[in-house]
Nanobody
Framework: QVQLVESGGGLVQPGGSLRLSCAAS????????VGWFRQAPGKEREGFSC?????????EYADDAKGRFTISKDNAQNTVYLQLSSLKPEDTAVYYC???????????????????WGQGTQVTVSS
């Protein structure tokens, strides 16, 4: 059974940084595609970053995430990280990670292709 646990969220001032973690059990994250998603209050869940299986450099970001967010993997810890920088109030949301065994090159963040989801971690950007 796949379990994904996000952590690292919190309250941060505009311009600040956070590092989110997605720790997994029941799946080897280096063998699957991992996506990061967020859901702001009153809005639909949306994807914005993904990383493919293996060390192929298959990484994608939505335009608003480019240059501010960085996705990475620690295979020894079976964890995917998301470094959030230059945070804006509009980044406030619950952040989720998800996995799918279906490979895509380049990776994608269509919600419907992901099978397993974490419970989310709240990120609040406010002064």
């Amino acid at each position: 059974q796949v379990q994904l646990v996000e952590s690292g969220g919190g309250l941060v001032q505009p311009g600040g940084s956070l590092r989110l973690s997605c720790a997994a059990s029941g799946v080897i994250l280096d063998h699957v595609m991992v996506g990061w998603f967020r859901q702001a209050p009153g809005k639909e869940r949306e994807g914005f970053s993904c990383i493919g299986a293996g060390g192929s450099g298959n990484i994608e970001y939505a335009d608003d995430a480019k240059g501010r967010f960085t996705i990475s993997k620690d295979n020894a810890q079976n964890t995917v990280y998301l470094q959030l920088s230059s945070l804006k109030p509009e980044d406030t949301a619950v952040y989720y990670c998800a996995t799918t065994e279906i490979p895509h090159v380049p990776c994608r963040w269509d919600l419907g292709i992901y099978d397993d989801w974490g419970q989310g971690t709240q990120v609040t950007v406010s002064s």
